[in-house]
């Protein structure tokens, strides 16, 4: 896949950009290189530069009044909350995930917001991941698809994405200084893939580096990922950021290709990089480099700023209940109980149809400008001579059951035709800044659903959460349908597919396993404090299901409708015959053009996803069963054939050789698939490659970073890499900038610093009492690098401070004495 030219409004700024940065001195190169405040740039006044606003997205807008917390929810100015990255992707399709982007920037310009933070791409390695809600998917090729889609949207508004987080950021626990180990080809075919397609087809303005280590290299000081792959093998043309406070050293994360550091840290660092300039450490055309990058994103957020409209929040909404509807799988449907009739006497069970969850916990959090209520909405479906029953059933923050609660839902329930039974994990399960421990609902929500299960024939299930859950009851219930996290607008969703007003026609972008046990990483998921090995390698999500033939309870790609779908006629290049091609002129060839046709076969008109997948049985190379190549989701009336079309080029046949350090294909034949589900395969052809003459060497933009005494992670390093034992949690001296506040509180001073942050931060972002808030303040806080007391105070707690109460943590009382004498002195 060829990288595109950048944008064409960026093209007049280029020189521009590099005039401007002449004009400077050093010390305001470096200043451009770091944050203003916690959300903002910094500007050239003299030179006609503004300062720009960026803000957290990704499902939404979340821009804080002032100099409101990074954390908080109900100081962000309301906006209109989107299905996350969960729901979204379960829609798999292209034109809505830009249509919602589009609606994102419209609400960035009207709120004078210059990058929007997201999409976030990374993996859902393991479905205990905190985070999961806010990614895509499972399989890289369905990630950078929706982000490409995301980001076009965005951009097209004159607003930057930043595509994040780059890479491997694939759990929550100890993500700021975990090191995850990956072999190569891992790397190359499962974490880094859906950030390339996102940055070849879409050139996000900005692409925000992780946390977390790599192979013993911070993200943030990574010259192979942010230099080698990122800018010169991709053509990445706009700049990275760091995520807020990954920034370990300025001056080698600069050197590495880190144009801007954020937050603002009351420029702390760039008394480094000036120094560094002086010994040589740093170039002047590396810092002018960065500089430059920083300065064109300001010109190209420029036209957006000098704009002044604002946005139909209606419109919006409407968006938004769209994206819900089309969010929404249709897990089970036995006997075709759904969708219902709007007569007959219905019970809502379930305290989350009263109490919504709609959006994940965390950095992403969403001020929604209205919300609807899913009994209510269930309420209007029916009308008001036909009221549903009610009744909570449980608690949401209690886990254990409550008698009466399940006896009033019991009562409910006998006296009603149909039970619609609200189920999914509060928000103290799965945030940002904590992972999972279990894939369990809460013990009250499994007992009221088996109890009703016995009573009541007509059950449906729906459920809300951000990632799979275990699902023991599901034989007993009839019907099963997954909303995920449906944003403001879910809960009309939810109430639209249950009466048949939409057809559901969502698809899992993520395996839903039997057990947590079943899972390929559950031995290695979350890993030690300091080191998380990805001993399953390619085998995540269905590669790994599919090939070792482990059932699962829903398999990746699966979803049901209200009508059928029937696959007929695969074609490859218009030929139903299989297709050859030679390696040697895979350079040249141009790729297979795949068509299938469907038709709808029911009475309901419907959307139905057809998936390709390409497999193999060539084995000198070890492939998983079967890969995700490409998919279409086509519209069909009943009766109506639709043709669903997929260009295949050559990288949806290669592997990823270590030893060369590029892609290469295997001789033999490959199996081209036709799918309604990674498990459910309805057509397939082949196509056949006849040799394997692919002699050559590594990629050249890639050689400086594989010579001897560069850091390389082939197989060999991989394994080395394995051998070596985790780093020993230091529960005792000496600290460092890189101990955890959490490491440090086996001391005095650790446990007060810890202590007042800990009573400060939860005060700022939503006073005390707040359970879910409280939680994952504490898990970020013990978490979080001691260096970052540095950076999050802008400056006020300083490095000579920080470095002072290290020593003081390892017993160093004299050297602080001395230290403190010499300043009196002064």
């Not at 055309?285 to 209606?314: F, G, M, N």
Request: charged share 20%; net charge neutral.
């Amino acid at each position: 896949m060829n990288s595109p030219s950048p944008d064409p409004d960026t093209r007049p700024h280029l020189e521009t950009a590099s005039e401007m940065v002449r004009k400077l001195d050093n010390a305001e190169k470096a200043r451009l290189c770091s944050g203003r405040t916690f959300w903002e740039l910094h500007g050239i006044e003299r030179l006609g530069l503004p300062s720009l606003w960026v803000t957290d997205g990704p499902h939404g807008l979340r821009k804080q009044r002032g100099d409101a917390d990074h954390i908080g929810l109900n100081d962000s100015v309301p906006a209109v909350c989107f299905p996350p990255a969960v729901g979204l992707a379960s829609s798999w399709n292209r034109e809505l995930l830009q249509r919602v982007g589009s609606a994102l920037g419209e609400a960035c310009v009207a709120e004078k917001v210059s990058v929007l933070l997201g999409p976030g791409v990374n993996i859902k390695r393991s479905p205990l991941c905190g985070r999961n809600f806010e990614y895509f998917s499972e399989d890289p090729y369905l990630s950078g698809q929706m982000g490409v889609a995301w980001v076009r949207g965005v951009q097209g508004q004159g607003v930057g994405a930043s595509l994040k987080h780059f890479a491997a950021n694939n759990q929550e626990s100890h993500r700021m200084v975990v090191d995850a180990i990956i072999d190569e080809r891992t790397l190359r075919e499962i974490y880094l893939p859906g950030f390339e397609l996102t940055v070849k087809q879409a050139q996000p303005w900005t692409v925000m580096c992780a946390y977390n280590l790599l192979n013993g290299t911070y993200l943030a000081e990574h010259p192979l990922l942010l230099t080698g792959i990122l800018k010169e093998e991709w053509g990445h043309s706009g700049l990275v950021v760091t995520d807020w406070g990954a920034s370990n050293d300025r001056v080698k994360g600069l050197a590495a290709g880190v144009e801007l550091e954020m937050p603002g840290n009351g420029g702390i660092y760039s008394a480094a990089v000036l120094a560094a300039l002086d010994s040589g450490e740093l170039s002047e055309s590396q810092l002018d480099a960065a500089a430059t990058r920083v300065v064109e994103l300001i010109l190209k957020s420029r036209p957006a700023l000098e704009k002044a409209r604002d946005y139909d929040r209606a419109a919006h909404h409407l968006l938004a209940r769209c994206a819900a509807e089309e969010a929404c799988v249709l897990l089970k449907n036995h006997g075709k109980l759904l969708p219902l009739a709007k007569t007959g006497k219905l019970a809502v069970i379930g305290a989350l149809a009263v109490t919504p969850r709609y959006q994940g916990s965390g950095s992403s959090q969403i001020n929604p400008t209205r919300l609807d209520i899913p009994l209510q909405e269930i309420q209007k479906a029916l009308g008001a001579d036909n009221a549903p029953l009610y009744a909570p059933g449980y608690r949401l923050a209690e886990d254990s059951s409550d008698p009466q609660l399940i006896d009033e839902a019991l009562a409910i329930a006998s006296d009603a035709e149909t039970v619609v039974l609200f189920a999914g994990l509060p928000d103290s399960y799965e945030s940002e800044g904590f992972d999972r421990k279990h894939m369990r609902l809460p013990a009250a929500q499994l007992q009221l659903i088996d109890a009703v299960a016995k009573i009541a024939a007509r059950l449906v299930v729906v459920l809300q959460n951000g990632a799979p859950v275990e699902l023991p009851f599901v034989d007993r219930v009839p019907a099963l349908l997954e909303s995920y996290l449906g944003g403001q607008a879910g809960g009309s969703a939810v109430a639209r597919i249950l009466f048949g007003d939409a057809n559901p026609s969502g698809k899992l972008a993520e395996s839903f396993p039997l057990t947590l046990e079943d899972t390929p990483c559950r031995d290695w998921f979350p890993g030690e404090p300091r080191q998380v090995q990805y001993r399953e390698g390619l085998w995540v999500g269905y590669r790994y299901f599919s090939s070792a033939g482990v059932p699962v309870a829903f398999p990746f790609g699966h979803g049901l409708s209200y009508t059928t779908f029937a696959y007929s006629k695969l074609r490859l290049d218009g030929e139903t015959a299989g297709w050859r091609v030679d390696v040697a002129q895979l350079a040249e060839w141009q790729g297979v053009r795949v068509e299938c046709d469907i038709t709808n076969s029911g009475a309901v008109a419907g959307y139905e996803v057809a998936q390709l997948y390409v497999a193999t049985e060539a084995r000198t190379v070890y492939r998983p069963r079967r890969e995700l190549r490409g998919f279409a989701k086509i519209w069909l009336e009943p009766g109506q054939t639709g043709t669903a079309v997929f260009e295949l080029g050559v990288r949806a046949f290669a592997h990823w050789c270590a030893e060369a350090h590029d892609w290469r294909v295997e001789p033999g034949e490959y199996r081209i698939e036709a799918a309604a589900s990674s498990a459910d395969v309805r057509l397939h052809g082949a196509v056949q490659v006849q040799s394997a003459d692919q002699s050559g060497t590594r990629a050249p933009a890639l050689a400086p970073y594989f010579e001897p005494g560069k850091r390389a992670f082939g197989d060999a390093a991989f394994g080395a890499l394995l051998r070596r034992s985790p780093p020993a949690v230091p529960s005792t001296r000496p600290y460092h900038q890189n101990s955890t506040i959490g490491e440090a509180s086996s001391t005095l001073l650790g446990k007060l610093l810890r202590w007042v942050i800990l009573r400060s931060m939860k005060k700022m972002v939503a006073g005390d009492g707040d359970e879910k808030m409280e939680r994952m303040v504490a898990a970020m806080l013990a978490e979080m690098p001691l260096r970052n007391l540095v950076v999050f105070s802008a400056g006020k707690f300083s490095p000579e401070g920080l470095q002072l109460c290290i020593q003081l943590m390892n017993g160093r009382y004299q050297s602080v004495f001395k230290t403190l004498l010499r300043r009196e002195k002064r």
